[in-house]
């Protein structure tokens, strides 16, 4: 690859500093609303894998620009070798060394915003059969994160060859066997993720406007795992190669940490925007689908009393309340508490409308039957005189 022009590098620094502003924003909004549900000093495991990510995210976005601001890396053609000077020579040597600086910023990046989302497959699973899955998921994502740090290290041996210009192994210029490992890992982590959460999409009753926010989510997703596989097109395909990768290496890291902090500031985005409470539907005008059973029957204000007792679950998806379900584990049916459904519960951020699993209980009691023989008795046992 021949040496990086300013224009590339304007035009470079200009995309990645927006993008990088979008995606702090999508951070600073998250804790914004994770605080004002928890409290500073109840922050949970996920919200400290953000801040790693976070920190790791804003050191990509400036060795990328390093690189694009410089006169590039020690991937040269045989031309780019023969009209080195000392010059360049130092320019070359530096981005190489940034280049390598930027692809742990992103591994590390990516793999915390991998391990949050993990995080919050696990409490929403909580109590149901995926939750086997997304525990397997998760070894296969800290076994990728150990294979693909590995393999940064030891392809190229010694480290000091990444930067060497012009530098005696291939590997230490291309990364090639890295891009691979790190690309295969990666990108079917990627897809495991969406084969888990789509099932449970699919499962759930919402209404549309509700079920296309899902898929702007899932969508995401997708969008996430295409970037990474143009960043390998761009890294790996000899025809191809060139610095356009490290736009869609931010492109990936940026959509990355968005779809990661989006579900957990969806209550905040309703309170600050009125027009997303109305569109998406809110817990008052969807009160009706709350009221079952007769806990809440117009004819029966008390269910009756017996021996046959009926448990029935439906589940329902809410859109207006996933914040709370990945907040607070789930909990078993035998921890229900009933109370009216006209209650409120009171919270600080309005996480009882954010997007939660529901789970209806409808019991039915019947009266037991007992034999006459027991009535009478009762009946001559209350106008007996008491002694």
Request: hydrophobic letters at 40%; a positive charge; aromatic letters at 12%.
């Amino acid at each position: 690859m021949s040496s990086l022009g300013p224009e590339f590098g304007r035009g470079f620094a200009k995309e990645t500093w927006t993008l990088y502003a979008v995606g702090m924003l999508g951070v600073v909004l998250r804790f914004v609303a994770r605080i004002r549900r928890l409290g500073i000093r109840n922050l949970q495991v996920d919200d400290y894998l953000m801040v790693f990510a976070a920190v790791w995210y804003t050191l990509l976005c400036v060795a990328l620009n390093q690189v694009a601001s410089g006169g590039g890396s020690n991937l040269m053609t045989d031309d780019d070798i023969r009209n080195l000077t000392p010059a360049i020579k130092a320019e070359r040597e530096k981005g190489s060394k940034w280049v390598y600086v930027s692809e742990h910023s992103f591994v590390l990046a990516v793999w915390a915003m991998k391990g949050c989302m993990l995080v919050i497959y696990a409490r929403i699973t909580e109590g149901l059969r995926q939750r086997k899955w997304v525990n397997y998921l998760a070894g296969y994502v800290v076994a990728g994160f150990v294979a693909v740090e590995l393999t940064l290290f030891l392809i190229c041996r010694p480290l000091s060859n990444y930067w060497a210009v012009p530098t005696p192994n291939y590997q230490c210029s291309s990364y090639q066997y890295y891009e691979i490992v790190q690309g295969c890992i990666s990108i079917t982590s990627d897809i495991f993720m969406l084969l888990i959460g789509l099932p449970l999409l699919m499962q759930v009753r919402v209404q549309l406007q509700q079920k296309l926010i899902l898929l702007l989510l899932f969508g995401m997703g997708i969008f996430v795992i295409v970037a990474a596989l143009l960043t390998k097109v761009y890294c790996l395909v000899p025809s191809l190669i060139s610095y356009v990768y490290m736009n869609w290496y931010f492109r990936e890291a940026t959509v990355a940490i968005l779809v990661t902090n989006l579900p957990l500031i969806w209550s905040l985005l309703r309170d600050v925007f009125p027009a997303l409470r109305s569109w998406t539907g809110s817990k008052r005008a969807t009160g009706d689908r709350y009221r079952t059973g007769p806990w809440n029957s117009k004819t029966s204000a008390y269910p009756r009393y017996g021996t046959q007792t009926q448990l029935q679950s439906n589940t329902d998806f809410d859109m207006d309340s996933y914040h709370r379900s990945i907040v607070t584990p789930h909990k078993t049916v035998s921890d229900v508490s009933y109370q009216p459904s006209d209650e409120r519960e009171p919270s600080d951020d309005g996480s009882e409308r954010a997007l939660r699993i529901r789970q209806d209980v409808t019991v039915t009691v019947e009266r037991e039957s007992r034999p006459p023989e027991y009535w009478e008795r009762a009946k001559i046992s209350r106008h007996d005189p008491q002694p």
